[in-house]
């Protein structure tokens, strides 16, 4: 089994930042895609952001560009997503997740992806 835990949701002005943390643990695989999700109240979830196991290929969904980073620190089997210039509409649950069993980096799906977090708040007010 895998664990993922995430950290760093709260509540943010608009225009401010804030950095959330995704640690994995258990039977983590050689190489692994993490990647970030987010949830609306009343919206289905989707795709944020992605990097792959080395770190040198990130994928992100156009709302997100330039104003988000995806970031990973592979000893410590974390992945952080810095979220800057925030807006209202970035308030969702935002989820950490990962696949143990293939290569996922370029999907947005949130079926191809094994492993997942609790969720984290993130609240951005206007």
């Known amino acids: 089994q895998v664990q993922l835990v995430e950290s760093g949701g709260g509540l943010v002005q608009a225009g401010g930042s804030l950095r959330l943390s995704c640690a994995a643990s258990g039977r983590t695989s050689s190489n692994y895609t993490m990647g970030w999700f987010r949830q609306a109240p009343g919206k289905e979830r989707k795709f944020v952001a992605a990097i792959s196991w080395s770190g040198l290929s990130t994928h992100y969904v156009d709302s997100v560009k330039g104003r988000f980073t995806i970031s990973r620190d592979k000893s410590k089997n974390t992945v952080y997503l810095q979220m800057s210039s925030l807006k209202p509409e970035d308030t969702a649950v935002y989820y950490c997740?990962?696949?143990?069993?293939?290569?996922?980096?370029?999907?947005?799906?949130?079926?191809?992806?094994?492993?997942w977090g609790q969720g984290t708040q993130v609240t951005v007010s206007s």
């Open positions: 997740a990962a696949d143990m069993e293939k290569d996922v980096f370029g999907s947005t799906s949130d079926g191809d992806f094994g492993s």
